[in-house]
């Protein structure tokens, strides 16, 4: 059982890698890019550009996020794809405009509202990135309709503030009973090493939020993938249970209880 103490060093410890590995460019017409220590699916470090306005910043992806998918061959060309770009975005209380995600920030809230765009571009990424060839339907709705299916009670899109002050958003969780704790859910469909360590990352941050029995689960796509052990022992070394999509139904009573 990890301690206190522990866990301080680590939350401690995620703030200096944020520090450490953010460097700044300054830009023409007064603009500030950010590069920050996160990864895109193209494993190149995810940019912000930040400009002064009327007294706040203004801090945007410049269209990156959008246009890359676009380009990669997902279309943002549905109702329902459009319908679910834009709940997710709300999730952050992120902006979109001619594809452009932004937010507006003032100087106590700047590193708040920085997280939550760096949240929604990797949540943009993972919802939307559609291999043809491997995953035909977009997957937190997979997870989402097996719930359902199987009578597992749940309650979607959970936000919960952490010990540093930032918001997480989980995408379920199943509340407690007679027979068992709470659970929080996290479904990845592009399960990786970084997309790992940022769950643990938000479920470490809100360990102190929840229940002392409370459970974490990543649900893990592992349609035309094998899922490495970096990623799944990422996740056991912080009692994270990962649940293989494909291995599912092996869980079925245990969520139900």
Not at 58 to 75: A, E, F, K, P
Request: charged residues 25%; negative net charge.
């Amino acid at each position: 059982m990890s301690s206190v103490s522990e866990i301080s060093q680590l939350v401690d410890g995620y703030q200096k890698w944020l520090k450490d590995k953010t460097t700044l460019k300054s830009l023409h017409a007064d603009w500030v890019e950010i590069s920050t220590p996160f990864l895109d699916r193209h494993n190149d470090y995810i940019l912000l550009y930040v400009k002064a306005v009327d007294g706040g910043y203004h801090i945007t992806d410049d269209g990156h996020t959008i246009r890359d998918l676009v380009l990669s061959g997902c279309n943002l060309d549905t109702p329902k794809r459009r319908s679910l770009l834009q709940v997710t975005l709300n999730g952050f209380r992120i902006e979109e405009r001619d594809d452009v995600l932004s937010v507006r920030a003032s100087a106590d809230n700047f590193a708040l509202k920085k997280h939550s765009l760096l949240q929604a571009i990797l949540a943009v990424n993972d919802l939307f990135y559609l291999s043809s060839a491997t995953v035909l339907s977009l997957f937190k709705e997979d997870v989402e309709r097996w719930l359902a299916l199987s009578e597992i009670r749940f309650v979607p899109n959970i936000q919960i503030v952490g010990k540093t002050g930032y918001i997480h958003n989980f995408d379920f969780a199943i509340p407690s009973s007679r027979a068992a704790p709470e659970r929080i859910i996290k479904a990845i469909g592009n399960p990786n090493k970084d997309a790992a360590l940022a769950y643990v990352t938000s479920w470490v941050d809100t360990l102190d939020q929840r229940p002392a029995n409370a459970q974490a689960l990543a649900f893990l796509n592992d349609n035309g993938r094998v899922i490495g052990p970096p990623v799944l022992d990422a996740l056991r070394q912080y009692d994270i249970k990962p649940v293989i999509w494909s291995e599912r139904e092996e869980y079925r009573q245990q969520l139900a209880a």
